[in-house]
């Protein structure tokens, strides 16, 4: 693979854990997911992230040390809890989230010199609460915005207000088709068409990547010189949920950008391995050989 274009990727936002109705307790939040994903591809990421002094909290520390994500970053709160979402699978396999209010993630705190020449990834769940936005706000400032951020709408976590708030200060940003007319109505545009839309997000926000995730349509990049790139959906062999299907697209697509790939090479290897992940039950899987099978795969 070629040289990395950046010097480091810090992932900034929540880390929960997703507790099934048999009980199952998953560990998972999507900037967790992009951070494990990143880690399995053999890069080093930087989760930073808060959790509680408690069980939870513990059994996020011990799968960071045996899956060798760097700690250091990681905040732990004695007043409060770490994560939790209460999922409901419905006949598909597509996930409906009860979130808890006021957990620990909702209070992380900075890194005091992050490097420069690096990128920095969040999500808008993570940056519900004003201590975030601040904090991660600033840390976009001091990476003059190598920013990617991958919008996850979760009721009743989100207005027009957040939305322009957290879209400030970024140069890539990922959304899906149910959120793509609600962006663009907060940024200012009353358009139905989505070429429209579009063209207007990455125009307001001077982007340099828009992705666009369909769900059984595919995908589509559109860069700063408005070329699309686009790609129908890889088929799942077997499927087991969507949980983490749009988190693993965004960590390959945060993985071409560190190693410079092109669009078409991007998206191709996103979309195969967002269909690989729909396999599992949850969102990542403590298995090296998952990802270095993944590997290989592009290397052949």
């Not at 957990?103 to 420069?116: E, Q, V």
């Not at 195969?272 to 993944?294: H, P, Q, R």
Request: hydrophobic share 40%; with cysteine; glycine share 6%.
């Amino acid at each position: 693979m070629n040289e990395n274009k950046y010097k480091d990727i810090y992932i900034y936002g929540e880390v929960l854990f997703d507790c099934f109705s048999d009980k199952k307790e998953i560990l998972g939040g999507a900037p967790f997911n992009v951070a494990w994903n990143l880690q399995g591809f053999g890069l080093k990421p930087k989760m930073i992230t808060s959790i509680g002094k408690d069980d939870l909290g513990t059994k996020v520390l011990d799968a960071m040390q045996k899956w060798g994500m760097d700690k250091s970053h990681v905040n732990i709160l004695e007043n409060k809890k770490t994560g939790l979402v209460n999922v409901v699978l419905d006949d598909n396999g597509i996930p409906e989230y009860s979130i808890e209010d006021d957990s620990a993630y909702d209070y992380i705190n900075s890194l005091k010199t992050p490097n420069k020449n690096s990128i920095i990834y969040h999500g808008s769940l993570g940056l519900r609460k004003e201590h975030n936005q601040k904090v991660c706000n600033e840390l976009k400032k001091q990476l003059d915005s190598n920013c990617f951020v991958d919008i996850n709408l979760r009721a009743p976590f989100w207005n027009d207000t957040l939305l322009k708030e957290i879209l400030n200060k970024l140069k890539w940003l990922k959304i899906n088709d149910e959120e793509l007319p609600l962006v663009s109505k907060a940024l200012g545009l009353n358009s139905e068409n989505e070429n429209e839309q579009l063209e207007f997000i990455l125009d307001k926000l001077n982007l340099e990547l828009l992705i666009l995730t369909k769900g059984s349509q595919g995908a589509l990049l559109i860069n700063k010189n408005k070329k699309t790139t686009q790609m129908d959906i890889v088929p799942v062999t077997k499927m087991a949920d969507t949980v983490g299907a749009g988190d693993a697209f965004s960590s390959v697509v945060i993985l071409g950008l560190v190693k410079a790939w092109d669009s078409a090479l991007t998206i191709k290897r996103a979309m195969g391995f967002a269909s690989k992940v729909c396999s599992l039950n949850g969102a990542i899987v403590n298995d090296k050989e998952f990802y270095n099978s993944v590997l290989k795969e592009w290397e052949s």
